[in-house]
Nanobody
Framework: QVQLVESGGGLVQAGGSLRLSCAAS????????MGWFRQAPGKEREFVAA????????YYADSVKGRFTISRDNAKNTVYLQMNSLKPEDTAVYYC???????????????????WGQGTQVTVSS
């Protein structure tokens, strides 16, 4: 049973920073890809960033490139999302996701991830 637990959300002013964490348990994750997605009220869940745990390859949505950084600590089975220069439009519930069968073609596809965390709220005030 794969479990993903997010933490680190909160309220921050525009221009500020937050770091989200996603702790994974229940499997050996070395061949997994893990991603961050977000969902704002009234909108569909969208891709933010992803990382392949074996190679460390990273992928970002255009809207967060240069501001967000995804990283991993394989020894702790934990993935991080460092969010800098936050904007009010970054306000959303942020979800961690994982899957062993993600390819470079599906890395940003919300429907391809089988395992999800419960989400953590990020609110950026203007």
């Amino acid at each position: 049973q794969v479990q993903l637990v997010e933490s680190g959300g909160g309220l921050v002013q525009a221009g500020g920073s937050l770091r989200l964490s996603c702790a994974a348990s229940g499997r050996t994750f070395s061949n997994y890809a893990m991603g961050w997605f977000r969902q704002a009220p009234g909108k569909e869940r969208e891709f933010v960033a992803a990382i392949r745990l074996n190679r460390g390859s990273t992928y970002y949505a255009d809207s967060v490139k240069g501001r967000f950084t995804i990283s991993r600590d394989n020894a702790k089975n934990t993935v991080y999302l460092q969010m800098n220069s936050l904007k009010p439009e970054d306000t959303a519930v942020y979800y961690c996701a994982a899957d062993p069968a993600i390819t470079i073609l599906t890395i940003a596809d919300v429907d391809e991830y089988d395992y999800w965390g419960q989400g953590t709220q990020v609110t950026v005030s203007s």
